[in-house]
């Protein structure tokens, strides 16, 4: 599998950015190119920014016990069009430039840190996941709305 931590790995996922731009189009869903960014740095915001609440102890529990193994493995793509945790949402319109370079950023900010920093590192939703998990779940959530533009 791909992997966040790989360095020819990380290149290969900015290139597929690079290759888009402000007037790109999704195959499937609502969002602009700039939203589809904004959307994807929640995923990085949950780990680097004290920006989004916790989940309340039910909430997690209900998060782990139902979305957890969707999200932290392979077993299952994204569906088109699936539903999306209220902090994903961005209903505002974004600069292209500024969230770009924002997922650039948090991309190689990830790479850098490494596996070993991510493995037992608590999730926001889900607990501590391995450095497996982790993985999976940034690669897959990038993979899924690159995708859903093309590249």
Aim: net charge positive; hydrophobic share 35%.
């Amino acid at each position: 599998m791909t992997s966040v931590f790989n360095e020819s790995d990380v290149t290969e996922m900015i290139n597929r950015i690079n290759n888009l731009n402000p007037s790109s189009r999704p195959l499937w869903g609502k969002m602009s190119v700039a939203q589809m960014f904004a959307h994807c740095n929640v995923s990085y915001e949950l780990v680097y920014e004290n920006k989004h609440p916790k989940p309340n102890a039910f909430t997690k529990l209900m998060l782990k016990l139902f979305l957890k193994n969707l999200i932290v493995t392979n077993k299952t793509p994204y569906k088109k069009s699936s539903p999306t945790a209220p902090s994903f949402l961005i209903k505002d319109d974004k600069n292209f430039e500024e969230e770009r370079n924002r997922l650039i950023e948090h991309i190689k900010k990830t790479q850098d840190l490494g596996e070993f920093y991510f493995d037992g590192k608590e999730s926001h939703s889900f607990g501590k996941l391995t450095k497996h998990e982790w993985n999976v779940m940034f690669y897959k959530h990038l993979n899924h709305h690159l995708k859903q533009f093309g590249v």
